[in-house]
């Protein structure tokens, strides 16, 4: 069972899912961000309430619905192996924006869905946390780091991961948080993050618009790999309980990433491109990359795509549309 199915994280993974097996997948997704064209790009599915028994192998079923309903969450995760709970509000920005909101979706939604889990006997809790978790601390990002988080979105994730870990040792839900990194790549047509933005811009001939120096640093992870770790992560036995970091540990300053984009965007035909710097946002570190160890000790994942090449495959799918996925 995946929220957010419909969104960029959650499409890439059950496209993934269809590609491993005969494996049964219910969505819950409110349709805020993806949409049902966006699910039916990667699969056929079915509509439901949630009502009734589990989808049958190999096939998908849409319930539309929001994290914050938590009868929904009850009904629909049962007879669920596995839920990986995608669903969130995204962004720093959004978040200093409308702190509350934030923590509603991020805090109660995630508890919606470990209740969810709790009670209908599911046998692992897979939930999308963020570097930003971590805040404003000395990179590389690590799990053995105590969290700072700075801004309401970083707080709202580390709150998730905190409720994890009590309904691992106090209910025995085998949950795993993992840290992505900064995601792109194909079907990342509604994320507002940086390559993505950056991307549709130069499509429409807008100039590109650098927050900042440019000099503040991410570790930018390619979809295809996060959905092998979260796969793994749902799959690996004695891993409950956990948290990992799941990104390229990689430092990329966002300049670099930019420099590393302009010929991708050129090679597809969209040159001279402006780049502009303009105030930073409130709520960013200045660097953000993260330690893999122990993502590679304990499920046996490191990343393999590298960003040139991913940022070229990311520029392509955009370009070219869904026929490229």
Same mark, same amino acid.
């Given at each position: 069972?995946?929220?957010?199915?419909?969104?960029?994280?959650?499409?890439?993974?059950?496209?993934?899912?269809?590609?491993?097996?005969?494996?049964?997948?219910?969505?819950?997704?409110?349709?805020?961000?993806?949409?049902?064209?966006?699910?039916?790009?990667?699969?056929?599915? #079915?509509?439901?309430? &949630?009502? /009734?028994?589990?989808?049958? @192998?190999? +096939?998908? =079923?849409? !319930?539309?619905?929001?994290?914050?309903?938590?009868?929904?969450?009850?009904?629909?995760?049962?007879?669920?192996?596995?839920?990986?709970?995608?669903?969130?509000?995204?962004?720093?920005?959004?978040?200093?924006?409308?702190?509350?909101?934030?923590?509603?979706?991020?805090?109660?939604?995630?508890?919606?869905?470990?209740?969810?889990?709790?009670?209908?006997?599911?046998?692992?809790?897979?939930?999308? #946390?963020?570097?930003? &978790?971590? /805040?404003?601390?000395?990179? @590389?990002? +690590?799990? =053995?780091? !105590?969290?700072?988080?700075?801004?309401?979105?970083?707080?709202?994730?580390?709150?998730?991961?905190?409720?994890?870990?009590?309904?691992?040792?106090?209910?025995?839900?085998?949950?795993?948080?993992?840290?992505?990194?900064?995601?792109?790549?194909?079907?990342?047509?509604?994320?507002?993050?940086?390559?993505?933005?950056?991307?549709?811009?130069?499509?429409?001939?807008?100039?590109?618009?650098?927050?900042?120096?440019?000099?503040?640093?991410?570790?930018?992870?390619?979809?295809?790999?996060?959905?092998?770790?979260?796969?793994?992560?749902?799959?690996?036995?004695?891993?409950?309980?956990?948290?990992?970091?799941?990104?390229?540990?990689?430092?990329?300053?966002?300049?670099?990433?930019?420099?590393?984009?302009?010929?991708?965007?050129?090679?597809?035909?969209?040159?001279?491109?402006?780049?502009?710097?303009?105030?930073?946002?409130?709520?960013?570190?200045?660097?953000?990359?993260?330690?893999?160890?122990?993502?590679?000790?304990?499920?046996?994942?490191?990343?393999?795509?590298?960003?040139?090449?991913?940022?070229?495959?990311?520029?392509?799918?955009?370009?070219?549309?869904?026929?490229?996925?």
């Amino acid at each position: 069972m995946i929220t957010g199915g419909c969104g960029f994280l959650g499409t890439a993974f059950i496209r993934g899912l269809l590609e491993r097996g005969e494996h049964a997948v219910r969505v819950v997704d409110n349709l805020s961000v993806g949409t049902r064209d966006d699910l039916a790009g990667v699969c056929d599915f #079915s509509e439901s309430d &949630a009502r /009734g028994p589990f989808p049958e @192998p190999g +096939s998908v =079923e849409l !319930v539309v619905g929001d994290i914050l309903d938590e009868e929904l969450a009850l009904q629909a995760a049962d007879g669920a192996d596995v839920v990986v709970h995608f669903a969130a509000n995204t962004g720093v920005a959004p978040s200093v924006e409308d702190p509350r909101r934030d923590c509603f979706a991020n805090v109660i939604g995630t508890l919606n869905y470990l209740e969810a889990a709790r009670h209908g006997g599911v046998s692992r809790f897979v939930s999308a #946390s963020s570097g930003a &978790a971590l /805040g404003e601390v000395e990179p @590389p990002l +690590s799990e =053995e780091k !105590v969290p700072h988080p700075v801004s309401p979105y970083g707080a709202s994730k580390m709150a998730g991961e905190a409720y994890c870990s009590a309904y691992h040792k106090t209910f025995g839900v085998q949950t795993v948080a993992l840290r992505f990194g900064n995601v792109y790549g194909p079907l990342s047509g509604h994320k507002n993050s940086a390559v993505a933005r950056f991307i549709r811009r130069a499509m429409n001939g807008e100039r590109l618009e650098i927050y900042g120096s440019g000099s503040q640093t991410r570790d930018f992870v390619y979809i295809e790999d996060l959905v092998r770790a979260v796969y793994l992560a749902a799959t690996v036995p004695g891993v409950g309980g956990e948290v990992f970091q799941i990104a390229t540990s990689a430092e990329t300053s966002v300049d670099e990433m930019v420099a590393l984009l302009l010929p991708a965007l050129a090679e597809s035909g969209f040159d001279d491109i402006d780049v502009i710097k303009t105030e930073p946002r409130q709520g960013d570190v200045m660097r953000n990359y993260a330690d893999t160890q122990k993502a590679r000790r304990l499920l046996g994942w490191s990343s393999e795509v590298g960003l040139e090449d991913g940022l070229r495959r990311t520029v392509s799918w955009f370009t070219e549309g869904p026929r490229n996925t």
